[in-house]
């Protein structure tokens, strides 16, 4: 016994310091979590394999795993599922987890508001917080998991999320799972959730986040599992990789996804390019590579780049696939009798992945790891409600308010609730979510808002996405006689999604048209038809919706996406004036499909607010207020500090996201016409004025040649700062003008 005091000091030092280390830094946390009891007895035995000691490096105790593990062995833990082996007490795993808005398919969870409403908020230390709540609550539903042997799907604590993937079509069905269209928003609100995910603990993560879908992927999703995805340099580099360079040199993101299609001709999944040199060389992440859920058997049943499981075996694994989410890589002992990989391959790859499960503590015992402490009353907790609330309200986009019809009072005489959308719990939830023992609907939250006085009714009137097959009305009539009518109207995930889930798309997922469902267009014609009434649209959807035939007829439009189980609440406090509106929009509304190019193109031409020439409907960057901002005095020091001055001409108190943008000499020649550099979001009381400084460097300047290489352009760069794109459409929408300034810079 006397030999093994060193190693047991050794970790009841470390299991010390790491407490002391956790306690100091629960700030965003729902409580200091204290450990109740000493390490288990487990702990304080000699570890009877050398990979079990914990006072070793991960490295370490990889390789003593491997060195103990049969061929056949090995390959199983190649697998999402990977079966335990029991003769070396290493139990079941899988890596399958989700985590987009909140822990999802697992059973009770905060729903926090889908991913794309995450970019309207244009709040980094928000989302943060947000992906700390939502590993709280993984370490604690994985804590309960294990005690009653649930080792299943969905169980781990190896979360795909976040999907960084440019929404650079609105017909994408899974757009609403990135956070829009800009590399800029995306990297920022990527690395914030993937760092609050993780954790900071110096040796073992609260959960592992995984970047998806790596790369150049966003649709059609009826042709994802055969389509090459043809892109330039510039676009590649530009456009579809910077998210991903962020999360991994910045946020250290532990694991990324491969996409189902070919990039350029290579399969996502066994691309050396994408894996290997730009990757793993490039950028330096030394995590794990998993592939999208059966990709590896696309590559010879869709994309016939190989003939066999085998040669797709060796050519994910060649490439740097560690996990397959599938079958395929159960043909690995077969693959090697052939020749086409060697054992030495199979080792470096397993320890890839094997890294990460010691990195989670998942083979040490319970009670050395100190978030295996964390109790099942953070799930779906008051804390993490109100952080759920708060991006709600956050991201809801105010595009109209004619004569300052908003915000509504509360002791209004009569008020009348349209649209299926209004006591709809599926509009709240989007897709990969959780479940919870109470949403709020958004009629919900309306009733729960006005004076106990007021006479509020409520029909849904309309059908979600077909006419009604009862032709009696029985709404309009007395919703035109209302003081106010609030129609809730818009698409669920019922029409967007996923390929396989979005049950009532026609384009397994995508949206071939833009526009509100033609019958509720119809529906809210007649409503607005003869009255002089304030109607107020509230939209939701998580993806661009086109309603120029609309935005005249509604006195006020909010745009609310899916806002999570609190989203109720969130939009009547924001129709009702407890919150003012702050969100923008992460995306362009297109007027129609007919401004896009084709859907199956690739090339970044005529997209987003960067090349997009046409004018849109609501353009990026764009949201109202119900106070007023103005913007002043804007400069550039030599260090290339910006600085500008705000204020709130209102009478109320609000938050504004001042937004920065830079032009370059060859601004819609060739460069982005606008290109997004920061943004920060500032609260004002009524009156108040602040100095805002961006710090920029030379490199903020850069653009992009033809070949993917950053450059530097002499001329003269203009710098845009206000609360919008700064576009003409902006203005004509209402929005505070920006204020600019050129730059000469020469090299």
Same mark, same amino acid.
């Given at each position: 016994?006397r030999?093994?005091?060193?190693?047991?000091?050794?970790?009841?030092l470390?299991?010390?310091?790491s407490?002391?280390?956790?306690n100091?830094?629960?700030d965003?946390k729902?409580?200091?979590?204290?450990?109740?009891?000493?390490?288990?007895?487990?702990?304080?035995t000699?570890?009877?394999?050398?990979?079990?000691?914990?006072t070793?490096?991960? +490295?370490?105790r990889?390789?003593?795993?491997?060195?103990?593990?049969?061929?056949e062995e090995?390959a199983?833990?190649m697998?999402?599922?990977c079966?335990?082996?029991? =003769?070396?007490?290493?139990?079941?795993?899988?890596w399958?987890?989700?985590?987009?808005?909140?822990?999802?398919? $697992?059973?009770?969870?905060?729903?926090?508001?889908?991913?794309?409403?995450?970019?309207?908020?244009?709040d980094?230390?928000?989302?943060?917080?947000v992906g700390?709540?939502i590993?709280?609550?993984?370490? !604690?539903k994985?804590? +309960?998991?294990i005690?009653i042997g649930? &080792?299943?799907r969905?169980?781990?604590l /190896?979360?795909?999320?976040?999907?960084?993937?440019i929404?650079?079509?609105p017909?994408?069905g =899974?757009?609403q799972?990135?956070?829009?269209?800009?590399?800029?928003?995306?990297?920022? @609100?990527?690395?914030s959730?993937?760092?609050?995910l993780?954790?900071d603990?110096?040796?073992?993560?609260? !959960?592992?986040?995984?970047?998806k879908?790596?790369?150049?992927?966003?649709?059609p999703? +009826?042709?994802?599992h055969?389509?090459?995805?043809?892109v330039?340099?510039?676009d590649?580099?530009?456009?579809y990789?910077?998210?991903?360079?962020?999360?991994v040199?910045?946020a250290?993101v532990?694991?990324?996804?491969?996409?189902?299609?070919r990039?350029?001709?290579e399969?996502?999944?066994?691309?050396?390019?994408?894996?290997?040199?730009?990757?793993?060389?490039?950028w330096?992440?030394n995590?794990? @590579?998993?592939?999208d859920?059966?990709?590896?058997?696309?590559?010879?049943?869709?994309?016939?780049?190989?003939?066999t %499981?085998?040669?797709?075996?060796?050519l994910?694994?060649?490439?740097g696939t560690?996990i397959?989410?599938?079958n395929?890589?159960?043909?690995?002992?077969?693959?090697?009798?052939q020749g086409?990989?060697?054992?030495e391959?199979?080792?470096?790859?397993?320890?890839?992945?094997?890294?990460t499960r010691?990195?989670?503590?998942?083979?040490?015992?319970?009670?050395?790891?100190?978030?295996?402490?964390?109790?099942?009353?953070v799930?779906?907790s008051?804390?993490? =409600?109100?952080?759920?609330?708060?991006?709600a309200q956050? #991201?809801?986009v105010?595009?109209?308010?004619k004569?300052?019809?908003?915000?509504?009072?509360?002791?209004?005489? /009569?008020?009348?609730?349209v649209?299926?959308? !209004?006591?709809? +719990?599926?509009v709240?939830?989007g897709?990969?979510y959780?479940?919870? #023992?109470?949403t709020?609907?958004i009629?919900?939250?309306?009733v729960g808002?006005?004076?106990?006085?007021t006479?509020i009714?409520?029909?849904?009137?309309?059908l %979600?996405?077909?006419d009604?097959?009862n032709?009696i009305?029985?709404s309009?009539?007395?919703?035109?006689?209302a003081?106010?009518?609030?129609?809730?109207m818009?698409?669920?995930?019922?029409?967007?999604?996923?390929?396989?889930e979005?049950?009532?798309?026609?384009?397994?997922?995508?949206?071939?048209?833009?526009?509100?469902?033609q019958?509720?267009?119809?529906?809210?014609?007649?409503?607005k038809?003869d009255?002089?009434?304030?109607?107020?649209?509230?939209?939701?959807?998580?993806?661009?919706i086109?309603?120029?035939e609309?935005?005249?007829?509604?006195?006020?439009?909010?745009?609310?996406?899916?806002?999570?189980?609190?989203?109720?609440n969130?939009?009547?406090?924001?129709?009702?004036g407890d919150?003012?509106?702050?969100?923008?929009?992460?995306? /362009?509304?297109?007027?129609?499909?007919?401004?896009l190019?084709?859907?199956?193109?690739?090339?970044?031409?005529?997209?987003?607010y960067?090349y997009?020439?046409?004018?849109p409907?609501?353009?990026?960057?764009?949201?109202l207020s119900?106070t007023q901002f103005?913007?002043?005095?804007?400069?550039?020091?030599?260090?290339?500090?910006v600085?500008?001055?705000?204020?709130?001409?209102?009478?109320?108190?609000?938050?504004?996201?001042?937004?920065?943008?830079?032009?370059?000499?060859? !601004?819609?020649?060739?460069? %982005?016409?606008?290109?997004?550099?920061?943004?920060? &979001?500032?609260?004002?009381? %009524?009156?108040?004025?602040?100095?805002?400084t961006? *710090?920029l460097? @030379?490199?903020?300047?850069?653009?992009?040649?033809?070949?993917?290489?950053?450059?530097? &352009?002499?001329?003269?760069?203009t710098?845009?700062?206000g609360?919008?794109?700064?576009?003409?459409r902006?203005?004509?929408?209402?929005? /505070?003008?920006v204020?600019?300034?050129?730059? $000469?810079? *020469?090299?």
């Amino acid at each position: 016994m006397r030999s093994n005091l060193p190693t047991l000091f050794k970790t009841i030092l470390f299991v010390t310091i790491s407490l002391v280390f956790y306690n100091c830094n629960t700030d965003t946390k729902e409580k200091p979590i204290q450990i109740e009891k000493a390490p288990s007895k487990e702990s304080s035995t000699p570890p009877k394999y050398k990979w079990q000691d914990i006072t070793l490096s991960n +490295e370490e105790r990889a390789d003593a795993l491997i060195s103990e593990l049969t061929l056949e062995e090995k390959a199983s833990q190649m697998l999402d599922v990977c079966p335990a082996i029991e =003769r070396l007490d290493i139990p079941e795993y899988n890596w399958w987890n989700e985590a987009l808005h909140g822990v999802a398919r $697992n059973g009770r969870a905060t729903v926090f508001p889908q991913a794309i409403a995450f970019g309207a908020t244009f709040d980094e230390n928000l989302i943060q917080r947000v992906g700390n709540a939502i590993s709280d609550e993984a370490r !604690a539903k994985y804590n +309960e998991a294990i005690k009653i042997g649930n &080792r299943s799907r969905y169980a781990g604590l /190896t979360f795909w999320s976040p999907n960084v993937n440019i929404f650079r079509d609105p017909r994408w069905g =899974r757009g609403q799972e990135t956070y829009g269209e800009d590399p800029f928003l995306t990297s920022r @609100i990527g690395v914030s959730f993937v760092k609050g995910l993780q954790g900071d603990h110096p040796k073992y993560m609260k !959960a592992a986040a995984c970047a998806k879908h790596y790369a150049v992927h966003s649709g059609p999703e +009826e042709l994802r599992h055969e389509f090459d995805a043809v892109v330039s340099k510039k676009d590649l580099f530009e456009t579809y990789l910077p998210a991903f360079k962020a999360l991994v040199q910045e946020a250290k993101v532990e694991g990324v996804m491969g996409a189902y299609n070919r990039t350029n001709g290579e399969p996502c999944s066994g691309s050396p390019y994408l894996l290997q040199d730009i990757l793993r060389k490039d950028w330096g992440f030394n995590g794990y @590579i998993v592939s999208d859920c059966w990709a590896i058997a696309d590559f010879h049943t869709y994309h016939k780049v190989t003939n066999t %499981p085998e040669e797709s075996t060796a050519l994910a694994l060649k490439s740097g696939t560690n996990i397959n989410c599938g079958n395929v890589y159960s043909n690995i002992k077969s693959t090697l009798n052939q020749g086409l990989i060697t054992e030495e391959l199979l080792n470096q790859r397993l320890k890839e992945n094997l890294l990460t499960r010691f990195k989670l503590g998942l083979f040490d015992p319970i009670g050395s790891n100190l978030y295996d402490t964390i109790k099942a009353d953070v799930i779906d907790s008051d804390k993490h =409600r109100k952080i759920a609330l708060e991006t709600a309200q956050k #991201s809801i986009v105010l595009l109209k308010n004619k004569n300052n019809v908003l915000p509504i009072k509360k002791d209004i005489r /009569t008020a009348y609730i349209v649209g299926p959308n !209004a006591s709809n +719990e599926e509009v709240l939830l989007g897709n990969y979510y959780g479940v919870t #023992s109470s949403t709020q609907t958004i009629l919900d939250g309306i009733v729960g808002k006005v004076s106990p006085g007021t006479s509020i009714n409520y029909k849904s009137g309309v059908l %979600p996405f077909r006419d009604n097959v009862n032709p009696i009305d029985w709404s309009t009539g007395e919703a035109k006689k209302a003081d106010v009518c609030i129609a809730v109207m818009g698409i669920s995930a019922l029409l967007e999604g996923e390929e396989g889930e979005a049950l009532a798309s026609s384009e397994k997922g995508d949206r071939t048209s833009l526009k509100l469902p033609q019958n509720q267009i119809d529906y809210i014609k007649k409503l607005k038809k003869d009255s002089d009434n304030p109607l107020i649209l509230v939209l939701t959807g998580g993806s661009p919706i086109a309603i120029p035939e609309i935005h005249d007829l509604a006195d006020a439009i909010l745009f609310v996406w899916y806002p999570g189980e609190e989203g109720g609440n969130a939009v009547a406090d924001v129709l009702f004036g407890d919150v003012v509106p702050s969100g923008k929009l992460p995306i /362009t509304f297109p007027k129609s499909v007919d401004q896009l190019p084709p859907y199956e193109n690739y090339d970044m031409k005529g997209r987003t607010y960067k090349y997009m020439i046409q004018e849109p409907l609501y353009p990026f960057g764009f949201g109202l207020s119900y106070t007023q901002f103005q913007y002043k005095n804007l400069a550039i020091d030599d260090q290339f500090n910006v600085s500008a001055q705000i204020s709130n001409t209102g009478n109320i108190e609000a938050e504004e996201v001042v937004q920065l943008y830079i032009s370059s000499p060859l !601004a819609g020649k060739g460069d %982005p016409i606008y290109d997004l550099k920061s943004f920060k &979001r500032e609260k004002l009381k %009524p009156g108040e004025t602040k100095n805002i400084t961006f *710090k920029l460097n @030379i490199d903020n300047f850069n653009q992009f040649d033809e070949n993917g290489k950053e450059i530097l &352009r002499d001329g003269n760069y203009t710098i845009y700062v206000g609360g919008t794109l700064p576009s003409q459409r902006s203005q004509d929408l209402g929005a /505070t003008p920006v204020i600019t300034k050129e730059i $000469n810079i *020469k090299k």
